[in-house]
């Protein structure tokens, strides 16, 4: 069951709120149609309930809000807009990577590709995939992790009669199965189709909350409502004269005294009474919440023996008023409660929070309730398995390798140049460094791809509904650092490879002479290319950019290389010389497999300037990323 009291978003200037003390409910088992017309504020209070807007008020899901539920992928299912995915990943990738984020099975995907029709389309691209197409795939992303309650925002938008045939086909079912379907619409026609409950809202204020037969009869088909103590003879009358003016007009008998007059005016039936003289003690154009015991008058009960149904209620309105009037032939409150399945605490909501949410003691007369508590926005959740999300959102696009073969390509034929110019030391041959650049192509194309791991989700979020950020969780970080090292790695592998290769193929042998300083150079040439990688995951996970990204693994050589030779330049500046021996002093260990060698070549790295500007720009990126994640959780 979503329930949700007194949603109110936050007035912008001196605009009203969009959503203004909005409360209703949708339960298990059925279809709720949330209706308005075009800035009725319906998307405005589907984003209050799952907490991606900021404003007043509280939703239940299944009886916890939203924030308090672990997995709320597994509880509720979104779809608002278009499928937020990368146009170049195909369909089944796509739910493959939120598999992972969801912590469901990969065999998950094919089954809701299954249900939804879209298993021949499974290969496809999602930017080439047409409107209706898109909708059902919204539809497998909200069914993947088999939530209990779907929530969608207007989600036959654009589609053609067949297509939303199926997909009300597709929610119907999922009701049939006990679970809870919300969704908005703006055609009232849909809403009565197929809907069970329809909330109508207008101008952000809940207007109508009402079955769908009665929203049929009372909205769709404005009416007269007539009593008269002689409604029997009245209603022929009417009907012989609709026959003879040859007009539709339809009239039907509510019980009682009570007659419902489709497709005629007051003034119509007033003459054709006055006409006749005939009595009557109502006549009046019936307005949406009004349901069929509205023209009782006070303290008058219905035929049933229950209470009026057209008395005010406080745990539904008017229209659950009426229903439970002309289900209560046991009459009173207690059996209202018992049809709709509530108990005696539910049943004390006051427009905008339960009695235990405002303060109110169950039992206790009903108070002003204060204002409802505040809405903050939730942050994204993580992916349940980061390094597998990681992977199959590295590898579902061609991004990635179209970037290492662009970064080889150049790596090469830079090579090949600077044997060509000669004069150039046999290290920066082999990565194909000039000293021109600040950086070479390896490292720089390692950076690109670290920070496409924060900038892809940036514009295309894939783990939360209509949301442009991504969650700062250490264990996303981890993978996205940890897949970005490995990347980084065999790129810088496969560069120094193909530049040996190249050199070798073109002049031979001699310009592929292995320098005798080796393993500091491969460590120094390892160490830069994972540093530009991280650099490049770090800042593009801050600024939410990949352009930033790409900038700061530039900033290193051309702005913090020079200011750390300038601190080692300067006399009072001591060298670390030594230092493996007075480490292994300090601490009494000797180190095996001739570690000691290994800890001097790793100081030697950090040692020169690039190796220290990058050190310092790593730890100065990871600062910043810890501080926003900290500042973001304590908002």
Not at 87 to 106: E, I, K, Q
Not at 560 to 586: D, F, H, I, K, M
Not at 611 to 619: D, V, Y
């Amino acid at each position: 069951m979503i329930q949700a009291f007194g949603l109110t978003s936050t007035p912008r200037k001196d605009l009203p709120p969009a959503v203004d003390d909005v409360s209703f409910e949708a339960r298990p088992g059925r279809v709720t149609a949330l209706l308005g017309a075009t800035g009725a504020g319906k998307t405005s209070a589907l984003r209050l309930m799952l907490e991606l807007q900021q404003g007043r008020g509280i939703t239940h899901f299944r009886g916890r809000p939203l924030h308090r539920i672990a997995h709320p992928s597994r509880e509720v299912g979104v779809l608002l807009g278009d499928v937020p995915g990368h146009p170049a990943r195909t369909v089944r990738g796509h739910l493959r990577m939120l598999c992972a984020a969801a912590g469901v099975p990969v065999g998950r995907a094919d089954e809701v590709l299954e249900a939804v029709g879209l298993v021949s389309l499974r290969d496809e691209r999602l930017g080439t995939l047409s409107r209706g197409m898109d909708r059902r795939l919204g539809l497998a992303c909200a069914l993947l992790p088999n939530p209990h309650s779907l929530v969608l925002d207007d989600p036959a938008a654009g589609l053609s009669s067949r297509e939303s045939h199926w997909l009300h086909g597709m929610l119907r079912a999922h009701a049939v199965r006990g679970g809870t379907v919300l969704f908005t619409t703006a055609e009232p026609k849909e809403a009565a189709r197929v809907a069970d409950r329809v909330v109508t809202l207008e101008h952000g204020r809940l207007a109508a909350n009402q079955e769908a037969q009665e929203f049929a009869r009372t909205r769709l088909r404005p009416r007269v409502a007539v009593r008269s103590p002689h409604a029997v003879r009245l209603a022929a009358l009417l009907t012989k004269e609709a026959r003879a003016a040859h007009r539709s007009v339809e009239v039907v008998r509510e019980g009682g005294n009570r007659l419902s007059v489709y497709g005629g005016t007051c003034a119509e039936v007033g003459e054709i009474a006055f006409r006749h003289g005939i009595l009557v003690h109502q006549l009046a154009d019936e307005i949406g919440d009004m349901g069929p015991g509205a023209g009782f008058f006070p303290g008058e009960e219905t035929p049933g023996g229950g209470r009026r149904p057209g008395a005010p209620d406080l745990s539904g309105g008017s229209a659950e008023a009426e229903a439970g009037g002309s289900r209560g032939a046991g009459g009173g409150a207690e059996a209202d409660e018992e049809a709709r399945g509530d108990s005696p605490e539910e049943s004390v909501h006051s427009g905008s929070a339960t009695g235990k949410a405002s303060g109110v003691p169950t039992g206790s007369p009903a108070l002003p309730s204060p204002l409802p508590p505040p809405i903050s926005v939730r942050s994204a959740p993580s992916p349940l398995r980061p390094l597998r999300y990681e992977l199959r959102r590295a590898t579902g696009i061609g991004t990635g390798f179209l970037t290492a073969a662009a970064v080889l390509v150049t790596s090469a034929l830079t090579a090949v140049l600077l044997a060509r110019v000669g004069h150039t030391p046999q290290a920066r041959l082999l990565a194909a460094w000039p000293r021109e650049l600040p950086l070479p192509p390896a490292a720089l194309g390692a950076g690109l791809l670290g920070a496409l791991a924060f900038g892809d989700e940036f514009r295309h979020p894939a783990l939360a509904a209509d949301r442009g950020t991504v969650p700062r969780r250490l264990g996303l970080l981890t993978a996205k650092l940890v897949v970005a090292a490995v990347t980084a790695l065999l790129l810088a592998l496969l560069a120094v490879g193909c530049d040996a290769e190249v050199l070798y193929l073109v002049y031979g042998r001699e310009l592929t002479e292995v320098p005798g300083d080796w393993l500091v150079l491969s460590a120094s040439w390892i160490g830069l290319v994972i540093g530009c990688a991280w650099a490049g995951v770090l800042a593009a996970g801050i600024f939410r950019s990949t352009t930033a990204g790409l900038a700061a693994v530039v900033s290193v050589p051309v702005l913090g290389v020079p200011l750390v030779q300038r601190a080692l330049e300067g006399a009072s500046v001591r060298t670390a010389a030594g230092l493996p021996a007075r480490l292994r002093e300090v601490f009494l260990v000797q180190w095996p497999f001739g570690g000691g060698r290994y800890l001097a070549g790793a100081v030697r790295v950090i040692a020169q300037p690039v190796g220290g500007a990058l050190t310092l720009s790593l730890t100065a990126l990871l600062c910043a990323y810890l501080l926003t994640s900290l500042r973001g959780r304590v908002r």
